[in-house]
């Protein structure tokens, strides 16, 4: 059972173009999380790739991610030494062996993380994520919808400062993690939802590396066939295209520890004389065209180039890039009631008629 | 080698009576840590009292303490559950078996939380402090001076969350472990200040809850014979009198995690005509009058109703009161450069000829 598969130096551009894709706007900026796997890669070399499916249900699973405002992050890069340190603060807390590195959410920096992590710690990675796309808030995982708690979990970052959270839910896990982040700098990294190889197969999305791979491979190929890249893209996801235009005003603060803000689009092409304002923390959270909700989470909006169909990331948005908006539909599992009030556009303070 | 004492309830009158005065205004309301030690006293019987001196060079002295604002102490009482997480979730981290708990600092709840918690955890309480007094931060500990590490440091709520931090150094400790606190709802149960006993030896003020249940009890007998009992503080302190006035004028503000603000009392007695302004982070930091400063941290400044001796702390300062201040000498250690440093009257802000 399982083919032997592995992550090698020559997977990480098209994983972190396709990880960028699914981040929806968020999850950190993919030359990041190509730059910090490559690193590691170099040193440890490749990392197996285990699937979701393959795992025994006692495995020790640990997934591992960045958090904090993506604006932080590409000026304050973590060091290899944190990947690691969160992980094995969490490890020895718990006083357990850890089987298997696992992605929390999928990003430009989010799938690239684990990626070295896995090498650092000489640990295969799970080919799964929690969410199947990027979230901003620590709760947000599907591992939560069953049951899953994000605590113990490890919080560390650069200079060596790190910590041990052990809340009543995960709601209070995001709570003082956030605020240890912004105390950090505003990004720190962090091991949560420690979980069984059982609990892992319930809860995680199974094969969100290998979608990531292959979104971004069908982007290069499509752009070296001279076909449009966000067409493969969406079909590929069995999305939709929203709109096609210019940027023409960002706002963006960076404030409680996230990236929050948003864009005007100005139509071009078909969409001439409409305008598209996108509303994020971190992630995409509603496009609204001509004041009209036309997406919104848990669903994923992702901005592409126009023409190289490579993802923009929030905090990479500026007045006058031509940008193809998409939408494309989520886990149905963050459809449910449970996932909706977890996830949905009311929690983030959006009034959406579905 | 050592006389047997232990701390029964007969005895938390005078040491919470005498724990506020050395506070300073800080440290906490005393009929609250009455209260609690009362609770646990009376649940698991009286609590043995070791000098400083008899520690074992390999004790293991931890340290507990109440964090947050004063302010808030009064409305959100610790529970008693509370006491004994944060020391078990720190022990448990460490690894290792607890011989004595310890007071961080002097004050009318911090200087019988560990009472509490040495009668619920079953273990002798060190007849010392880390102190002397009460100061509003971490890091203002003499065992700082002695290059002995705030973490790992343990801090629990009422609600069950907790958390474990190590820093890199005791003013992180501080910057992270408040930014829980404030999560927390503004109050906390810390652990902190892991030490051996040697390390106690070294760096703790002997006698404190000695000089707490002497102080208590001489305003009691004084009070009892119709004698002054704030001269016999004073007397018993070294300290002098610096002002008794009627409060005028009280501002105060519950912000980032303490209570700040000023009060302004009107001269009395030999003082009429004049004023006083206390301007206090928790505790009492300085004293001007008409302008002048007459006192400053390190050395305490506390605020004594003038007919009872009673301390009032900085949260129950309230229009009307007549109180006589007096400022009394800090443990030697507190004036060197190192000292002055952690906790003189430049790092609050202000600048005081010496």
Redesign the interface.
């Known amino acids: 059972m399982g083919t032997t598969r592995e992550i090698t130096l020559s997977d990480l551009d098209d994983i972190s173009r396709g990880a960028a894709i699914l981040g929806t706007g968020g999850g950190g900026d993919p030359y990041i999380g190509r730059l910090l796997a490559t690193a590691a890669l170099r040193e440890h070399g490749p990392v197996p790739l285990v699937d979701l499916g393959e795992l025994e249900p006692g495995a020790a699973v640990l997934p591992v991610a960045m958090m904090g405002a993506p604006t932080v992050m590409v000026e304050k890069l973590p060091s290899v030494d944190q990947i690691g340190l969160a992980a094995t603060?969490l490890a020895t807390?718990l006083g357990r062996e850890l089987t298997h590195v696992a992605c929390a959410e999928a990003g430009g920096v989010n799938s690239l993380i684990p990626v070295a992590a896995a090498a650092q710690l000489g640990l295969p990675l799970v080919d799964a994520d929690g969410m199947g796309r990027a979230f901003p808030e620590i709760q947000m995982v599907l591992p939560t919808l069953y049951g899953i708690r994000a605590t113990p979990m490890a919080i560390a970052d650069e200079?060596?400062?790190?910590?041990?959270?052990?809340?009543?839910d995960n709601h209070?896990a995001e709570?003082?993690a956030r605020?240890?982040t912004?105390?950090?700098g505003c990004s720190a990294m962090i091991s949560t939802y420690a979980m069984t190889g059982a609990q892992a197969r319930d809860s995680l999305v199974p094969g969100t590396l290998s979608l990531c791979a292959e979104l971004g491979a069908l982007v290069r190929s499509a752009r070296a066939g001279f076909r449009d890249p966000v067409d493969a893209v969406v079909a590929r996801l069995g999305g939709r295209r929203l709109f096609t235009g210019k940027v023409t005003d960002v706002v963006r603060r960076t404030v409680t520890g996230f990236a929050r803000g948003e864009a005007t689009l100005a139509g071009m092409d078909g969409d001439t004389g409409a305008e598209l304002v996108l509303r994020f923390q971190n992630e995409h959270l509603v496009a609204e065209r001509d004041g009209t909700t036309v997406a919104a989470v848990p669903d994923l909006v992702c901005t592409l180039d126009r023409e190289s169909g490579e993802a923009v990331t929030t905090e990479s948005l500026r007045y006058g890039q031509r940008l193809t908006v998409i939408a494309a539909p989520a886990d149905p599992r963050w459809h449910s009631p449970e996932g909706l009030a977890l996830a949905g556009p009311a929690y983030f303070g959006y009034e959406v008629a579905r």
Chains 1, 2 share one sequence.
């Open positions: 603060t807390y200079k060596g400062n790190r910590g041990v959270l052990d809340t009543v209070w709570r003082l605020s240890a912004i105390d950090m």
